[in-house]
């Protein structure tokens, strides 16, 4: 059976909403992993409170654990923060904020701004929403590039976004932005829903896929290994068979329950990706 690294699973705070961001440091490193997906949730990193204080704070937190920051993710979705917007002053204030999230990346050293394409209304035509999210996503990674900072773009499920929804529409947002400092995310549910496919995203995206969150569902959910229906293992050894040479890790965001426990949630995600991983892989 083909497997990806050890090394390639890399730990987030997904779940861990409700637990200081020390305690969580300390159980990702105490799970084995040396990186980290950051999500900007309040009360860790969010990007209405992310004063130099805070943000060295994170940093030292990151150090004194022995991790590093792969990427950071600012909570964009169900927010006040949309580069999508048909309010220009809202809109304006979004791109404002993920140009400082840029900031916030190269000052924990993160290699990653992770972003999606926004929404647009529901009333107006999609192409307006569009050429919206172009414009923002070209302004952010430019800003992002100028202080060598990298930018993943990851599609949404239609409840989340009217711009971007599947593998195909990702390819074209690529296109258009024109951007050689912009790699792609897969989500596994995001994908089953589009009725994609692990082999489409490499022959689409090649090289460029770097980051895959890897999460069960029916077929949505963003559940825990096994509380759905997904292959996930048919997944990982379709990545491994295939090269994939990026970084995966899990986003167990459930009902709200995986944060009441969220130790054993990623407990059982590791438990199941274990046949799948190569501990002997050394990192190149």
């Not at 990851?154 to 593998?167: K, M, W």
């Not at 024109?178 to 489409?200: E, K, P, Q, R």
């Not at 040479?245 to 130790?263: I, Q, R």
């Amino acid at each position: 059976m083909p497997q990806l690294a050890f090394h390639q699973l890399i730990g987030a705070n997904f779940s861990f909403q409700h637990f200081p961001f020390e305690r969580v440091a300390k159980l990702i490193r105490d799970f084995g992993m040396k990186e980290i997906e950051l999500w900007g949730i309040a009360q860790h990193l969010d990007l209405f409170h992310a004063t130099d204080a805070r943000i060295d704070a994170v940093r030292r937190t990151l150090v004194d654990n022995g991790l590093s920051a792969w990427c950071f993710t600012p909570e964009q979705v169900l927010y006040p923060i949309n580069i999508a917007s048909g309010d220009e002053v809202l809109r304006r204030d979004s791109i404002k904020r993920f140009c400082h999230a840029a900031d916030i990346c190269a000052a924990l050293g993160a290699r990653y701004l992770f972003l999606t394409p926004g929404r647009g209304y529901e009333d107006e035509a999609q192409k307006q929403a569009w050429d919206r999210s172009v414009d923002a996503i070209g302004g952010i990674a430019g800003y992002a590039d100028q202080i060598g900072v990298r930018c993943l773009l990851e599609p949404l499920q239609r409840f989340g976004s009217n711009i971007v929804n599947d593998a195909a529409g990702l390819r074209r947002m690529l296109d258009a932005l024109g951007a050689d400092n912009i790699d792609i995310v897969l989500d596994c549910v995001a994908m089953a829903t589009a009725g994609d496919t692990v082999s489409g995203y490499v022959d689409l995206f090649g090289p460029r896929l770097a980051h895959v969150h890897l999460v069960d569902g029916t077929p949505g959910g963003h559940l825990v290994w096994g509380d759905g229906t997904l292959p996930l293992g048919d997944y990982v050894s379709e990545l491994a068979r295939l090269g994939y040479a990026g970084k995966l890790t899990f986003e167990p965001f459930g009902n709200g329950s995986y944060a009441l426990d969220p130790v054993r949630a990623w407990t059982r995600c590791l438990s199941a990706i274990e046949p799948y991983l190569n501990r002997a892989t050394v990192p190149a």
